[in-house]
């Protein structure tokens, strides 16, 4: 709680006013106590009609298990596939990557394939540093008890990793292999379901799911759900559903999808 007697909009007295270009301010309120958790995300919803976010999508993931290698074969994955969002407008972004899933009764696997430029950046190689000022790929998982476990990896194969906003947790047997070749880094994780207090997973649970890719050189952030500004934006998170299904599905080849060119 920090009190305060006076507060501006639209620039400091002394500072030019608009130098950062025109804005519109609907509503304006002032609260004589501390908002709670529930007060502010009810204010959220009552507005967040306003400006909705894009409808989250829905995707089926059979099992199969992937070789950890730091390589992704046609069919090894039963799910390939790509259309990733650029978090600043929520269109498709510049530059796209392939993304795999699949799972077997005590693991769910994620692979990546990215482009990556002369300008790649990985320095960190401490756990739970600051690895999303790298290059970096991130995986969001909330699973059907509520867990929502959040992994960034590098590729110096340096992670960190929250589970329900604790940056203390350390996850078990987190498993990350990568490889950089003829411009694009490929990189596969490996997640414990015991990760999410669960013994196996369980065919036909719904889990809540989104990836990114991170380019610092290049000041893009894309996403796989349509979020906005963020990567942990739930609301937007694709619907997830680990199927007992042996037909797998991989796209793989794409074009330039910012121009709507498949």
């Known amino acids: 709680e920090v009190p305060f007697g006076r507060s ?17 301010v609907d509503d304006f309120q002032v609260f004589h106590t501390p908002l709670t958790d529930e007060a502010i995300q009810m204010l959220y919803m009552k ?5 909705p976010a894009k409808n989250a999508f829905r995707m089926q993931v059979n099992p199969r298990t992937p070789q ?5 074969t046609p069919g090894e994955y039963s799910l390939g596939a790509t259309g990733f969002f650029d978090l600043k407008n929520q269109k498709f972004a ?12 005590e693991n769910i696997y994620f692979a990546l394939v990215t482009p990556v430029s002369e300008n790649h950046l990985a320095k960190r190689t401490a756990h739970d540093s600051d ?16 867990t929502y476990c959040q992994f960034l990896w590098n590729s110096n194969g340096t992670i960190f990793d929250a ?3 604790d940056q203390s947790w350390s996850g078990n047997n987190i498993i990350v292999k990568n490889e950089i070749k003829d411009g694009f880094w490929t990189s ?8 999410f207090g669960m013994t196996a997973v369980v065919p036909g649970t719904k889990w809540k799911f989104n990836a990114g890719r991170t380019f610092q050189k290049e000041r893009l952030w894309s996403s796989v759900a349509p979020c906005r500004g963020r990567y942990a934006q739930k609301i937007s998170f694709a619907e997830l559903t680990f199927a007992d299904n042996p037909i797998s599905f991989d796209l793989v080849s794409i074009g330039k999808l910012d121009q709507y060119n498949l």
Do not use: C
């Not at 510049?94 to 009764?105: E, G």
């Open 8 to 24: 501006f909009l639209g620039g400091d007295p002394g500072w030019a006013s608009g130098i950062f270009g025109k804005s519109m």
């Open 47 to 51: 507005y967040a009609k306003d400006f």
């Open 68 to 72: 950890m290698d730091g390589m992704v």
């Open 94 to 105: 510049r530059i796209q990557s392939r993304y795999s899933l699949s799972y077997d009764k």
């Open 131 to 146: 690895i999303w000022e790298d290059d970096s790929a991130e995986i969001h998982l909330i699973s059907p008890n509520g």
């Open 163 to 165: 589970k329900n906003h």
């Open 188 to 195: 596969e994780l490996k997640i414990p379901v015991t990760n």
